[in-house]
């Protein structure tokens, strides 16, 4: 990893330098190594910040909304999952594609320092992929994990590709997983109806209404949200009743239905670890179910699944049929 | 059994959004026919099936509503062209999401009937009537605060 | 602030039978914001309309409700009220107390309580109405007819003789249609072409008329006033400007194995060839499937003896875009294909004929120059046998399940011009009903049975077959309850008409509803029966529904009368409930307009105030008002609930969820 920093690094003050683009977007040190956070770089010497590691797992393309609207070029680094919500964003006339230069980057998933923290390792100072495993150092010294317990949610069952880029940085290949993204959408729907409502009122209960899901997706990129606008009657700052968190990420699932790239941030920002995702899957699923395959962000082009239609589309009293499969 | 018993004295409040073109006027006919079906199903008159946004129908849960029915003119026939083309995406969509998150599948229904299906849209709403009596109050999309004040 | 009034009608009985009228008025007065609140036996008479302006004025109301019989019947007469009181009309509501209460429920305390609570819905929205304009869009005075058949012609004619400006566009060489095809008319007998051609060339030289042959309509966009259509002039390969239709090509032509479909393929013309002698415009037109310049390279005859040259063989397919205030759709018919009829072996025998067949071998422009002889050897049939409903009324699936309406009175028509010219003919007709509704329609089957003797016999036929060169036509006579076998030189089909297909296409075009046999629908079967529910759009003809010749030529004046009263008008009123985004809220994602059916959403770069001094453009969506019809795709699909729809707004539809819900 630490090549492809470099090399970043190195490409960064070259654009920068050469005037091609007047600032670059990616990821800035943070206190502690596992707390890096999306910047922009407008200069050689703000790069002195500049990182890339096993924990940016933030998605960048949301900030390109407000940052492509300001002169010059920008160039940005998009990991494979963010390249979907990019291109999703430029489709819905968001982010000003001629502004944007796109460097592909190399990821090979991102850690997730809760989980790491799960396992009882603290004072975390770093770490490493070593082939299947993962080297954590601590001021206490080294632990070994599997990554398969560190990675992030989003990124366990992640399999996306470039879908756009200017040029690349890559320097490993991906491997392909050999998993289901739907198994726990799947696992839900097998459930009994009680026990799927006790499941997510369990998990909805927990929701502060912190709208920190909100303000990490790059779907939910609304000028002014739905539920802060008066003539919407639903409009609401905080959670008053349990109706209300149901209400709140149904509505919000629902409006990202078709457009949401599944690039799980969500889950990773919720501070009370609702799983999130597993609510725009299903959507995700259905869609693949009812109206063949689909994946938002693969173009820049053509309409969602819910802005189109075919004559024989399934009936609403008929999604029912085959439930629980 | 026990529970259609237990329920005896419930009597559901219904929501039925209908478009004004072809569900509307099937329940015009109904009545101009004389085809009878509970009161309790009260009728919002919406443009079209289209305009019926989840936002509606959840909020007439939280306010107290047993069951919502959507009810639209037949795909190929909306007076608005397409409009009900995607009144199914978005209503098969939230049906499933609310059976999902374990919400009574029973409970919100989408039917469609047009300005000559008056007696359909009688048989529709008995029957409605009909599995929300039975199936009961609506407790688990409801608002708390509005329950607790009664 | 708000001062609503409410008036509740008792309907006679109609609702005041089961809803305690006077007790809704009285539990109504005490809602908050109602000033007043009235109970009347007949809101909708004069004095009951007088009571509600009086009101208006009297208690200085912002909004009324009227609880009485559905919206889709009164709304309209009370906001007219309303309106007259100077109340703005869009500040009325109307709670449905007859079709959805008093008549489907039979309880008194029932009934009376939810008609309290639709009232009480409707005061709820009322309060939440916004006085609403319509706004106003121009009408363009002129006319489309899609269509040159009798139906087209007619319509055409009558516009063009108000005084408006009218074009034709028919997909064929020459305008005509079917009845060009036909020899004789019933129930009078006169000559089709006698009657019809004059028709053709008043058309053509009417300075009002624009015939756009060998022309279909690839797209449509705009709205009632307002269409802006283009139309694909199909190239024909030949000038039509210079043509002056003296067929000297067509004598050259060397290609003369195309079927000549105006004679139902029962004999060839030439690659280019000029429909028929009567044709409008009378200019010729190149099949490029047959002719050889087209199919070799070589050629090129008609070219090199045009002394006009016309001829024009790179000519290419070009297109006119106009604009029209209204259009009428006169598409057609054509008969249905036979395949799922073998019984009758129209595929084996060339002497099973269908009757669209029989008058071009009746016609004296026909192939056999109006002597009636037998497809298969050129003989005279001496027994003709009739089979009728072939295809119609059916209900197996394999035909339609309607009535052609115009079969029982062409084969009369056919059996009595056959039986006079050949009187040593036999002819038979089979027949399931008699159908003959019409002035001197019964009149005239009764004389082909009592004066020309045709042998009708009540039955099915349920098979046709060749024996020894003879068709056998079998079937039953279920007057004398036997099987009977007529040995017959001919046999004619009374096949089942249907829309021209092609009507698929302009009905998506023209977004106009198209029933399940494909006909188009009427705005209402019997108030409104010539009207398309899409406002401006008017239908002609079988493409309407199954008619013959005088109900065509009757429902084109009709569309005529129609379209005249839209043209004379300058300006249109338009529904102002439509879409309004609210700028400030959108985000130019263009999801409204990608389920606009109409395209009425738009998007402009605008500036706005960021604060701090600051601007930013930004991308938002813009209504066009005279285009959207008010639907609210675009509303559930807007996530930031940027637009709204006017009279049907968001806050609106809560408020009334809030008052039906709350106990």
Redesign the interface.
């Known amino acids: 990893m630490k090549e492809v920093e470099t090399k970043m690094l190195e490409r960064a003050k070259e654009l920068l330098e050469s005037g091609e683009v007047a600032r670059v977007v990616g990821w800035k040190k943070g206190e502690f190594c596992y707390d890096p956070s999306p910047a922009t770089f407008e200069s050689v010497e703000e790069l002195k910040d500049f990182t890339y590691d096993w924990f940016c797992g933030a998605n960048l393309s949301k900030y390109l909304i407000q940052i492509s ?1 300001k002169e010059g070029k920008t160039a940005v680094f998009l990991k494979p999952c963010d390249t979907y919500s990019f291109n999703q964003l430029v ?4 982010i000003k594609r001629e502004n944007i230069h796109v460097i592909a980057v190399e990821c090979r998933g991102k850690f997730d320092i809760e989980k790491i923290k799960a396992k009882g390792i603290s004072f975390v100072t770093g770490a490493q992929l070593d082939g299947t495993q993962v080297k954590v150092s601590t001021l206490y010294g080294e632990e070994t994990l599997e990554k398969s317990d560190v990675v992030l949610t989003k990124c366990a069952t992640c399999n996306k590709d470039y879908q756009v880029q200017d040029e690349a940085i890559i320097l490993h290949e991906r491997t392909k997983k050999d998993v289901d993204r739907f198994a726990e ?1 799947a696992k ?2 097998a459930m009994t ?9 369990e998990q909805l209960s927990k929701c502060i209404r912190c709208n920190a899901c909100r303000n990490v997706c790059p779907a ?7 539920f802060d ?1 008066p ?4 409009s609401a700052k905080v959670n ?5 968190e ?2 709140f990420h ?2 919000r ?5 078709g457009r949401c790239t599944d690039c799980g941030e969500c889950s990773r920002v919720c501070p009370q670890h609702i799983p999130l995702h597993l ?1 725009n899957r ?2 995700i699923k ?2 693949d179910n ?2 063949g395959e689909y994946q938002a962000g693969e173009t820049a082009e053509g ?9 024989g ?5 008929d ?2 049929k085959g ?1 629980a499969k | 059994m026990q529970e259609v018993t237990e329920n005896k004295e419930f009597t559901p409040n219904i929501v039925a959004f209908c478009c004004n073109w072809c569900s509307y006027a099937g329940a015009d006919l109904a009545g101009s026919s004389r085809m009878t079906y509970p009161a309790n199903v009260k009728i919002i008159r919406v443009p079209c099936s289209c305009r019926v946004n989840p936002t509606f129908i959840l909020k007439a849960y939280q306010q107290g509503a047993d069951g919502v029915i959507i009810c639209g003119c037949h795909p190929g026939d909306c007076h608005y062209v397409t409009g009900n083309y995607y009144t199914r995406r978005r209503i098969a969509l939230l049906f499933s999401m609310l059976n999902y998150m374990g919400i009574e599948k029973e409970r919100t229904r989408l039917e469609w009937v047009s300005a000559a299906e008056g007696q359909k849209f009688s048989a529709v709403m008995n029957d409605f009537v009909k599995t929300i009596t039975e199936l009961g109050e609506n407790k688990r999309l409801t608002d708390l605060r509005v329950k607790e004040g009664e | 602030m708000q001062r609503i009034g409410v008036f509740i009608c008792w309907c006679g009985s109609n609702i005041a039978a089961t809803v305690d009228v006077k007790r809704v008025a009285e539990t109504i007065k005490s809602e908050p914001g109602v000033v007043f609140a009235e109970n009347y036996q007949y809101m909708c008479s004069e004095n009951g309309q007088q009571l509600i302006k009086q009101a208006i004025r009297e208690h200085n109301l912002t909004g009324i409700v009227v609880g009485a019989c559905s919206p889709r019947m009164h709304e309209v007469t009370f906001r007219k009220a309303a309106e007259e009181a100077g109340l703005n009309p869009y500040m009325v509501e109307i709670a449905n107390i007859r079709e959805h209460c008093s008549w489907i429920h039979k309880d008194m305390e029932e009934a009376t309580e939810k008609a309290v609570i639709l009232v009480r819905t409707a005061i709820a929205k009322v309060k939440l109405n916004a006085p609403l304009t319509a706004g106003e869009s121009p009408v363009t005075k002129r006319a489309l007819v899609i269509g040159g058949g009798i139906a087209g012609i007619q319509a055409a004619l009558d516009i063009a003789e108000a005084g408006f400006k009218v074009d034709i566009v028919e997909k064929n060489a020459t305008i005509g249609g079917r009845m060009a095809q036909l020899d004789k008319t019933f129930p009078t007998l006169d000559c089709s072409a006698c009657i019809l051609t004059p028709k053709m060339v008043d058309c053509a030289q009417h300075e009002n008329i624009d015939i756009l042959s060998y022309s279909e309509v690839e797209d449509v966009k705009g709205f009632v006033g307002n269409f802006h259509v283009k139309i694909r002039r199909k190239a024909r390969y030949v000038d039509e400007t210079k043509c002056t239709g003296c067929k000297l090509c067509m004598e050259k032509c060397p290609s003369k194995k195309g079927l000549n479909e105006f004679n139902m393929n029962l004999n060839t013309r030439t690659a280019i060839h000029i429909p028929f002698a009567q044709a409008i415009p009378n200019v010729a037109v190149i099949d490029s499937t047959q002719c050889l310049k087209f199919k070799t390279g070589k050629c090129g005859i008609c070219q090199k003896f045009c002394e006009v040259g016309a001829i024009d063989f790179t000519q290419q397919d070009t297109f006119v875009e106009r604009q029209y205030g209204a259009i009428v759709v006169a598409t057609g018919f054509k008969p249905i294909a036979l395949d799922n009829f073998n019984e009758f072996g129209y595929a084996d025998n060339k002497d099973v004929i269908t009757s669209l067949e029989l008058e071009r071998l009746m016609n004296a422009a026909g192939p056999t120059n109006g002597v009636l002889l037998r497809p298969s050897d050129g003989q005279h049939p001496h027994v003709v046998t009739f089979i009728q409903c072939v295809g119609s009324r059916d209900t197996s699936g394999c035909g339609k399940p309607y009535c052609s309406k115009i079969c029982c009175m062409y084969t009369a028509k056919h059996a009595m011009m056959i039986r006079e010219k050949y009187p040593d003919t036999e002819v038979h007709v089979f027949y399931i009903d008699v159908r003959t509704p019409g002035k001197n329609y019964d009149e005239f089957h009764r004389r082909a049975v009592e004066q020309y003797g045709v042998d009708y016999i009540k039955g099915m036929v349920g098979k046709v077959y060749n024996e020894n060169g003879k068709l056998m036509v079998q079937g039953a006579n279920l007057i004398d309850n036997e099987q009977v076998t007529i040995e017959s030189d001919l046999v004619v089909l009374a096949t089942a008409i249907e829309p021209e297909p092609s009507v698929r296409k302009v009905a998506t075009l023209l977004t106009a509803s198209i029933d399940t046999n494909n006909f188009l629908t009427e705005s209402h079967a019997k108030l409104r029966p010539v009207e398309s529910p899409t406002a401006g759009v008017y239908l002609a003809g079988v493409c309407q529904g199954p008619k013959d010749i005088p109900e065509t030529v009757s429902q084109a004046s009709a569309c005529a009368a129609k379209v005249i009263g839209l043209l004379v008008k300058d300006k249109l009123k338009t529904n102002p409930c439509v879409a309004m985004p609210d700028e400030m809220m959108c985000n130019g994602c263009s999801q409204c307009a990608n389920v606009c059916a109409y395209g009425a959403i738009t998007y402009l770069d605008k500036e706005f105030r960021i604060g701090g001094g600051k601007t930013e453009i930004r991308r938002v969506a813009s209504v066009n008002p005279a285009v959207c019809q008010g639907c609210g795709a675009c509303t559930v699909t807007c996530p930031s609930g940027a637009m709204d729809l006017k009279g049907f707004s968001s806050k609106q539809i809560m408020s009334e969820v809030d008052a039906i819900c709350k106990k």
């Open positions: 609207k489709k819905e006339h968001r959408v839900l729907e109806e009680e026990e799927r409502f006790a499941f997510w009122r939910c990129s609304c000028v002014k949200c739905v606008n003539a919407s009657e639903i008053s009743d349990k109706f209300e149901q209400l149904i509505i699932a629902f409006h990202v239905a609510l299903k959507f259905d869609i009812f109206y309409k969602t699944p819910l802005t189109s239609y075919t004559e589309d399934t009936e609403p009293n999604v029912f439930e």
